[in-house]
Structure formats: C-alpha cells, structure tokens
C-alpha cells in the first residue's frame, strides 16, 4: 500500500478496512486505465467501419497508459464534468487520434460499463471471501458436530444441541449467500453502448442499426460484459440494488454470527472466546479486558453495510425519466465502500471462526447445569405414552422444574433428577433406570449431527462447483 498523506482527510477504507486489492479496483489510478480501455476498445470497433483511421487507433493505443490524473483534475475544474476532462487528457496526450475519442459516445457509455467491469471484479473476490469462510465453517461443523452443548432460546437455557449444528445455522445462511450471489453475477449486465437516451440513435447516425448492434457486442464481447436489452442514458439502477442486496445479506449473515460471538464470550455463558493476541490490548484502562473486539467490528460495519444499501433503492427509483443526477454523487462513495466492508466483515470472521477458542469444561459445565430441564419435555413424551395425562403431567414437571430452578438461584445444585426420581406420581409411570436414561443429553439432540454433517457435504459442493 502506498504511504497515506495523513495532513488530509483520508477515509478509513483507505487504508484500515478492507484489502488493498479492492482498493485498486476503486481507485482513480483503476478507474481512468479501464476508461481508456473503453474508448480504445470503441475506436477499435470503429476502425473497422472506416470511422477511425489505423492511424489514429495506433496514436490511442500507444499512449492509453499515459495517464495524468493531476491534469484531469484540473482540466475538471474548469469544465465541471469529469468524463469530458478525461477525454481532453487524453487527447492531449493522442494529438493524432485525440479528435475520434467518444466518437458516438455519452458519458454513461463509459462510467456504467466501467462500473460495472469493477463490479464484476469485486464479486469475484467476495466470491473467493465467502468460499474460504464456508471451507473454515465446514472444518469446525465437522470437528463439533457431536458435542452437545445447552441450547438457548430467549437468551434463556432451552433444550441441548450440538456445537457443531450450531455453526451449521451461520454457514447454511453463508450458503444462501453464495447463492444469491450466483444470482447477481448472471444478472450482472452492463448498459453498453446506446447513447444518451439509450436508443443507440448517436451509433445509427455514423453506421446503421445492424452495425450500431454489432458494434456494441463486440465491444462488450472484448471487455467480458453483457449488455442489457433496454436502457435509458444509464444502465439499469435495479441491477445495483441487486448488488447491495446481495453485500447486506452476507453482512446480516455475519452480524449474526459475531453478535452471538459476544454473547457467548460474555460471562454466564461463557464457552467461546474469539482470538486474542499475546500482545493484544483489551482497554486502554482496564488491563485485564479481553473483549470481542472482531466481533465487534464485524456489527458495526455491518449496521454501516445495511445504511448503505439504501442509497440503491432510492437510485433505482429516483432516477427520473430517462436519467438525472441523484444517482451520480452517492455511487463514487456507497458503492465501493460497501465491497470494502462487506470484505473486512468476511475476513475478520474468517479469523474469528479459525481461532476460535471452545471452552470444553464450560460447555460440560453449563450443560450439566440447565441440560437436566431440557429432560422434561421427553419425559412428558413417555409418561403420555405410558396412560398419563398429558395437561396433568405437564404442570407436574412445570413444577418440579421451578423448585429446582429455585434451588439453583440459592447457590444449590441441580436437583432435578432427585426431585423427578421421588416423585410418585412419576413413579407410576417411569423407573428410576428411565429417568436416568431420558436425563441422558445425549437422547436429546435429535438428528442435529448428521444433518449438521449433511450440510458439511452440500458446501463441499457448491464451492467445488
């Protein structure tokens, strides 16, 4: 990364979230080399229909890479539009070919599909974000697919499951993630060449309709793009909303993850612990925190995704007629900033899931301590099928079960097995052998390790896919 000029403001996606990868695909640098490939690759096309000579296609290419981004920031100042100060750059720079750049063209001719090659570019790397995640996922499903631990519904002890299933939840929902973005990438069109309108009536006037279509797919067939069927001056702002759709999703999928990260870090839980360095500081006055910091961030960059996603839909809807501007401003910030914390969001989770610290003893430990509550429900089950009343049972075990809740806030064990084992009205129906045998968490996680294993083979396959 080259050395910031921290004497301005510099935004934290220059530098602290995301990759340097995804920075270079947004920078100017980025954008003004793919613009130029755009107008060589149009003069290109041209020359075969005797609008640009070899001559001056060669005087483009030869200096396409010669880019001055000073100078078109000055030349900018002056025009107040920035594609038309791209392309008084490089005419200076192509004294011989500078006079056919855009030929036909409008702007969005260039800005959309530019877009839309660095949209593309910035899915595949999410693309690769998310498939590494799912592998790291799969690892620990499998690793935990049978350790039970205490379910929690309501934030309150429920009934056991296995750690395993647990994390099969986050990565079945980073699955429909891959999905959808399956979905996004085949609807990834781009405007193409059709003029300011979009009626390609600029191209029709310099060729004719045939070649005005069949200048446009070759052009787009060079740059690995589809063109849409119907557009006005700007490509279809539906197509961005799909984009955003897709980054908020995946961040949902990790807020969920990381929130409950925190939760179970936090004490009276207590049985995961996210990475912590050696020489990791917790608080700045506090030595001994050890706080959820990944997790942490991982929410608050995601809550910053979800704001942003809102800019799409209103692009999509406030682009009035055949174009205005209250899409330009927000798409040179929303857009990119989005790709870099969607990204920084999937590789602080891949840390968090990789180091992963599973306390063993507190999971046995809280299991040991709710799990017995959890028994109530097949003992209900058992009792009914024995002759037992099932409303009378019921508030039998609902009892019970408060009496040794109530144990439990006075600092006493967990009796639960002793007060099922006494009762007699339980007896008529159960051996003590059998209620030992239903306390067994184990006769309480259903079929969660195999379909947690299930899932483990459906991502294997989809990421090889």
């Not at 720079?93 to 949209?119: E, Q, W, Y």
């Not at 799990?371 to 009343?389: D, H, R, W, Y």
């Amino acid at each position: 990364m080259s050395k910031q000029d921290f004497t301005t403001y510099q935004s934290p996606f220059s530098w602290r979230y995301g990759s340097d990868e995804m920075r270079k695909i947004w920078s100017e640098e980025n954008k003004n080399k793919l613009r130029r490939k755009m107008w060589v690759e149009l003069a290109s096309a041209q020359t075969a229909y005797g609008l640009v000579s070899q001559e001056e296609l060669d005087d483009l290419k030869n200096h396409q890479d010669d880019i001055d981004i000073d100078r078109i920031s000055e030349i900018e100042k002056e025009t107040h539009h920035d594609v038309v100060a791209a392309i008084k750059e490089f005419a200076e720079k192509a004294p011989i070919g500078g006079g056919k750049i855009h030929l036909g063209a409008t702007s969005m001719d260039i800005v959309d599909n530019v877009d839309t090659l660095r949209t593309k570019e910035s899915l595949r790397i999410i693309e690769n974000h998310i498939k590494t995640l799912l592998k790291t996922f799969s690892t620990q499903i499998e690793k935990y697919a049978d350790l039970p631990c205490i379910g929690y519904t309501h934030l309150q002890p429920a009934e056991p499951t296995t750690m395993g299933y647990r994390f099969a939840l986050y990565a079945q929902d980073l699955l429909e993630d891959l999905s959808f973005l399956q979905f996004v990438k085949t609807h990834l069109k781009s405007k193409g060449l059709k003029g300011a309108v979009g009626t390609q009536a600029s191209y029709v006037s310099l060729l004719n309709k045939e070649q005005a279509e069949e200048m446009e797919q070759n052009v787009m067939s060079r740059l690995g793009l589809d063109p849409v069927l119907i557009a006005n001056q700007v490509g279809p702002r539906k197509i961005d909303f799909f984009v955003a759709q897709l980054l908020v999703s995946i961040a949902q999928t990790l807020y969920k993850f990381a929130f409950d990260v925190r939760l179970m870090q936090s004490l009276g839980f207590g049985e995961w612990q996210e990475p912590f360095g050696e020489k990791q500081v917790g608080s700045s006055a506090m030595p001994f925190k050890r706080n959820p910091r990944k997790a942490e961030q991982i929410c608050s960059l995601a809550r910053y995704v979800e704001s942003l996603s809102s800019n799409a839909w209103e692009n999509a809807s406030l682009s009035l007629l055949e174009r205005t501007l209250d899409d330009s401003a927000n798409r040179r910030s929303y857009i990119p900033e989005m790709f870099l914390a969607t990204e920084d969001i999937l590789t602080s989770g891949h840390k968090i899931i990789t180091g992963l610290v599973i306390n063993e003893n507190q999971v046995k430990s809280n299991l040991e301590k709710y799990g017995p509550f959890a028994a109530t429900e097949g003992i209900l089950m058992q009792t009914v099928k024995k002759g037992a009343n099932r409303q009378e049972m019921h508030e039998l075990l609902r009892e019970i079960s408060l009496q040794a809740w109530s144990d439990m806030q006075n600092n006493k064990s967990n009796a639960m097995k002793e007060l099922l084992q006494k009762n007699e009205t339980l007896k008529q129906y159960l051996s003590d052998d059998e209620v030992t045998k239903l306390l067994d968490v184990h006769s309480h996680i259903g079929t969660a390790p195999e379909r947690a294993k299930q899932l483990v083979a459906m991502i294997t396959q989809a990421i090889n896919e």
